[in-house]
């Protein structure tokens, strides 16, 4: 049986993720801040910010999925929030690569995710594909540098890959449990001009590209995780409202309300572009889950 090590294993992707890898036979590692959860033997105790991690975790994996980091949309980016942001992205990836390198371990590949926001945050008609350079601004940046860290496990018999993921959808958090309620109030409303485009992935796509990457040996770099239709965000909002019975009728939220209540990080919120997934689907990759109906009504019916 091989294992598999994640980093941010709790969280809305880990925990689906894991569940999935069980399902097909793994054995699964993870890393918490605290002590060993319910006495549970496959996890181990780690604090990025004392530059420890137990290094019988590492030890016991063959492969390891790099998903922590401090949520991006979560806070208003204080020069504090940006620090978190960077620090549990970049500087964990690097501890974990002083670890491997410290246990002689040969890990069989690491896998991090990344974002859609590599490609900076506007909205063109330009679609984005993993040959092109990453954004200047604050998103950009930190997708980067997060990515350089990663490439720092490319050695002879380790893989990397680099999941740029676009929104995901779930129905049990993220994005979507934000945007519902308002839709179900009959009040859900596009922001700002509406316009900007969404790149998104339904969870199990997301999943299932996660599990290629670990068990389709050619696979190696950046790899787009974005649907093939490409939405906006008004598209989106008539889409609920559509597949929730409600009504769509409400003025769109203004631009400059965002920008008072969550300053920069409005940008994220504002500007989308297209990202193209055509890499992974030449790769073999069949999405579940192409078009945005058809996700919302697996999600909420």
């Keep these: ?36 959860v319910n006495g549970n033997k496959n996890t181990y105790l780690w604090n990025p910010a004392n530059n420890f991690i137990d290094p019988e975790a590492v030890c016991r994996a063959d492969y390891i999925i790099h998903l922590a980091g401090a949520g991006i949309g979560d806070k208003r980016w204080t020069r504090k929030r940006r620090k978190e942001i960077f620090e549990s992205r970049v500087n964990t990836a690097e501890l974990i690569h002083k670890t491997v390198l410290d246990s002689g371990k040969n890990i069989k590949a690491f896998i991090t995710i990344s ?15 993993e040959t092109d350079p990453p954004g200047a601004d604050f998103l950009g940046k930190i997708c980067m540098f997060w990515e350089q860290a990663t490439d720092k496990f490319s050695e002879p018999g380790t893989r990397v890959v680099k ?58 770099g950046a790899y787009n995780a974005a ?41 994220i919120l504002l500007e989308g572009s297209r990202v193209s997934c055509d890499k992974i689907r030449a ?15 697996d999600l909420l019916q």
């Design 283 to 297: 790769a073999g990759f069949i999405f579940k889950f192409p078009e945005l109906n058809t996700a919302l009504r």
């Design 1 to 36: 049986m091989e294992s598999i090590l994640i980093t941010g294993g709790s969280g809305l992707i880990g925990s689906h993720l894991s569940r999935k890898l069980k399902e097909k036979g793994y054995d699964i590692v993870l890393l918490s801040r605290t002590s060993r």
């Design 163 to 220: 999941i740029r993921t676009g929104i995901v959808l779930s129905g049990s958090g993220g994005v979507l449990s934000r945007i519902i309620p308002p839709v179900r109030y009959g009040i859900g409303s596009p922001i700002g001009t509406g316009n900007q485009y969404m790149p998104w992935i339904h969870i199990d796509d997301l999943c299932n590209i996660f599990i290629k990457a670990i068990e389709d040996q050619d696979l190696s």
């Design 115 to 129: 974002g859609s926001g590599y490609y900076g945050t506007l909205t063109s008609e330009r679609i984005f594909n």
């Design 227 to 267: 649907a093939p239709e490409h939405i906006t965000n008004r598209d989106l909002m008539k889409s609920l409202s559509k597949v929730l019975g409600k009504p769509y009728w409400f003025p769109a939220i203004p631009s400059f309300i965002m920008k008072m209540i969550f300053g920069e990080m409005s940008g």
